[in-house]
């Protein structure tokens, strides 16, 4: 399998070797591959003539140190992840001075407000560092279609706004959150997780659950205390946020409309680690 550390050669292999009509599947990553990456890059490989993925831990869109120091890294486990799957993989493994050319700085993007909820509320400059980045993987790769798990839902509204924005040429894909036996949305930070907190940390799922049943019957506000009133009766996981929102806006939810697609959003901390996850509520 070939493996780039170098956006030139990278650039130049797919330049020469794409045929006129082939088109190239992009899976972009920070690594600790699991099951939900390898579902993004199975598609990919199915949809697409050449599939690159990249892994490359992002230090612009981490707003706090001591989680970007700990974010999990094993780039030999991670292709050997990938070897299997086909030989249509190519995996780029850049470095932040590759990358960034000396200058480790994110542009700063206007995302039309959704950059102000949620994710954007609690990691200030998050969206600054996915924009940039992505948009540079996007310009050095020039995918035809770049996949993004809905785990991050805020995250790939944002990458379709930047497509927008930027008249980019991407089709992007958003697939299914993948997630452990006990419910729990498979993401490279549950490597962090002790087997305690990653048994407990079902209970995430479970709210998810029981405010999509609730939804149907109760109002948003009503919903937001009973699970507000969950995480009040325990110490061990810390919520952060919970927001019914609809799926286009990620605005918060007053009054249900029928016409709107709404979603619950939850970001939640164990020990300085933290989980997200979203379920889709009609
Ligand atoms: O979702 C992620 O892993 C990252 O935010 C991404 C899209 C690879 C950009 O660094």
Partial sequence: MLVFDSNLKLKTFLEQNLRLNQSVGFVPTMGALHDGHLSLVKKAIVENDLVVISIFVNPTQFNNKEDLIKYPKDIQKDIQKIESLSSKVIVFTPSADEIYQGKIESQHFNFDGIENQMEGKFRPGHFDG??????????????????????????????????????????????????????????????????????????????LKMAKKEFKVKSSKQVLDLVLNVFNQQTQFQLEYFQIADETQLSPCIRKSKHKKYRAFIAVLVNNIRLIDTISLN
């Fill in 130 to 207: 996915v924009g940039t980045i992505v948009k540079k993987l996007f310009s050095i790769i020039q995918p035809n279609k770049a996949y993004f798990g809905e785990k991050d839902f805020q995250q790939l509204q944002i990458v379709k706004k930047l497509v927008e924005k930027e008249n980019l040429n991407v089709n992007i894909i958003g697939c299914p959150v993948f997630r452990e036996k006990n419910g729990l949305a498979m993401s490279s930070r549950n490597e962090r997780l002790n087997p305690a907190e990653r048994k407990n940390a079902a209970m995430i799922y479970r709210a």
